[in-house]
């Protein structure tokens, strides 16, 4: 499935404070198929041994992280740039949606051509000088009254809606193969259950039609299998044998 | 805006382990304004210290909380029930992703009806018999050669995409009010800026008409309002005097 994947953003971490959090971003880049990461001016250095505690399956994601000294540095071979923001910064840039950028960025992607998003520092995001680098602001729908994501949540939250749009509809497994069961044997079933309906008078004469239609309507409208068609045979005749055999003592 | 907003699903752990991650599902929940947490029977009984510590903003969705004992006593008012799972079941359940159950339960949420979906234990998940209660199977799409969520950010993922049904388009900011510049105030510039160039033969004679198409297309699909129409004014005039002062020095 990889081989057919378009290219995925760089995430780009702006001077990040924990290594237990770059390890979250890369655990989160790991689910949604990113591997480029890229750290400007990590307070704690690199590599970060606490950032492999919590990469989880992504530590093939830290061994391929590149560090740089300037935001500049790190986005230099991109050719279309994201930054993302809680709050407004006074720009004029246009502001998208994580999925409303993935959706502009899907066929720069396609066409192989780097994109970079930037997020900033745990603390207080990124700077202003920062955010004026990107073409665009990334932002996040979320409740006003309680708006804080860290890091690791924005990353996966990016990372997911990118997926969605470089993998449309693609889900690790879809239902089982649900062939109903041919129409013969479901209605075979239905009028044997009906025989043992009026054969203990559950039906009430004038509306055994109604009863009937709605009956099957539900019955049908589950898409039973074979197997399912069995199991409700059996049941009933397991009621039925119950019955004439009386209550059990 | 809560007020508009459509009724969020209840979001039901089943036999949470650690506090620590009640508490950040709890905040993953208030990100996106569900406040209905139901615990089925959490390891560390409850209420649970470690819980607060992580939920930040979100204390409301822990003191609203409500523990029982089981999975389907948690469900009991709902009228439609998703079960979140990691892998195959060999159950014949329809299998949707997060943002196609959303699209499925919006209407049920807008009519204000009990939806609840299942989350399961931070080691194994759901049990098999857990599952078979919902209506429906919910799963990521994440990338199978490195699947790993952990139960709070399964539920930040899931409520993200139902936020976004909810509410669609809503960000807590959008761009700035940008009003152009009037045609005649860039125009005169326009006009200004192609003057100086002539005066300095910075135009090849036969290609000036392609060049001054060319520098306006560039300069008026930014959509310049006034003040930046002045600040280039600026930088051409300053370039200019500069020019005529002779070199400094």
Redo the contacts between chains.
């Keep these: ?2 081989g057919a994947i378009p290219r995925g953003p760089a995430i780009v971490l702006v001077e990040p404070q924990l290594g237990e959090n770059i390890g979250m971003c890369a ?2 880049m ?4 990113l591997d480029d990461l890229r750290l400007v001016a990590p307070r704690d250095g690199w590599p970060n041994p606490a950032a492999e505690a919590t990469a ?3 530590v093939h994601v830290l061994e391929r992280a590149r560090v740089f000294e300037r935001v500049e540095d790190a986005i230099a071979d991109c050719r279309l740039v994201y930054a993302t923001t ?3 910064r ?6 998208l ?1 994580p ?1 409303e950028a993935a959706g502009e960025a899907l066929p720069h992607l396609v066409a192989d051509t780097p994109v970079g998003i930037l997020f900033g520092r745990e603390r207080w995001g990124l700077e202003n000088d920062e955010v004026a680098l990107a073409d665009a ?1 990334v ?11 860290n890091i690791a ?1 924005a990353v ?2 990016v990372g ?1 809606d990118w ?2 749009a470089r ?1 449309p ?8 193969e ?1 062939i109903p069961a041919p129409r013969e044997m479901t209605v075979s079933f239905l009028e044997n259950l009906e025989a043992e309906l009026d054969a203990v008078g559950f039906f009430v004469p004038e509306k055994r039609a109604l009863m009937v239609r709605n009956l099957r309507d539900m019955l049908l409208r589950r898409e039973l ?1 074979e197997q ?1 068609v069995r199991t409700l045979r059996g049941a009933v005749s397991a009621l039925v044998k119950g019955r004439r055999r009386g209550p059990a003592a």
Excluded at 90 to 95: D, E
């Design positions: 499935m990889s655990r989160a790991g689910n949604f198929a989880a399956g992504a809680a709050r407004e006074g720009q004029m840039k246009r502001v949606s999925e602001i932002t996040f729908p979320v409740d006003p009254t309680c708006p804080s994501l949540q996966l939250l997911y997926y969605k993998l509809g693609a889900l690790p497994f879809r239902e089982s649900r299998t399912e």
